[in-house]
Nanobody
Framework: QVQLVESGGDLVQPGGSLRLSCVASGVTFHHYAIGWFRQVPGKEREGLACVSTSYGSILYADSKKGRFTATRDPAKNTLYLDINSLNPEDTGVYYC???????????????????????RGQGTQVTVSP
């Protein structure tokens, strides 16, 4: 069974940085896309980045390149999301999610839309405020 557990959300001041973590279980030996999306109050869910468990390639939503950096530690089955230069508009719940399992011929070409992920974690709250 796929389980995704996020952590790292916090209250930070504008201009600060955070590292979010997602420990994934149940996806080690299959083809999944694992990624991050967020829910900002009053806005639609927004995809941020994703990675293929098979190939390790990391993709970003175009508008998020630069401030958001996703990395993966396969040994720990953990996906990280580093966010820099936080501003109040980044306040929201950040989710780790997985889409799969995919077939052997599958290649990650783009991140799934937030609504298309098969599994998601409980989310971690990020609040940016002076």
């Amino acid at each position: 069974q796929v389980q995704l557990v996020e952590s790292g959300g916090d209250l930070v001041q504008p201009g600060g940085s955070l590292r979010l973590s997602c420990v994934a279980s149940g996806v080690t030996f299959h083809h999944y896309a694992i990624g991050w999306f967020r829910q900002v109050p009053g806005k639609e869910r927004e995809g941020l980045a994703c990675v293929s468990t098979s190939y390790g390639s990391i993709l970003y939503a175009d508008s998020k390149k630069g401030r958001f950096t996703a990395t993966r530690d396969p040994a720990k089955n953990t996906l990280y999301l580093d966010i820099n230069s936080l501003n109040p508009e980044d306040t929201g719940v950040y989710y780790c999610a997985a889409d799969g399992p995919k077939g052997d011929a599958w290649v990650l070409l783009r991140c799934p839309e937030p609504r298309d992920y098969t599994f998601r974690g409980q989310g971690t709250q990020v609040t940016v405020s002076p």
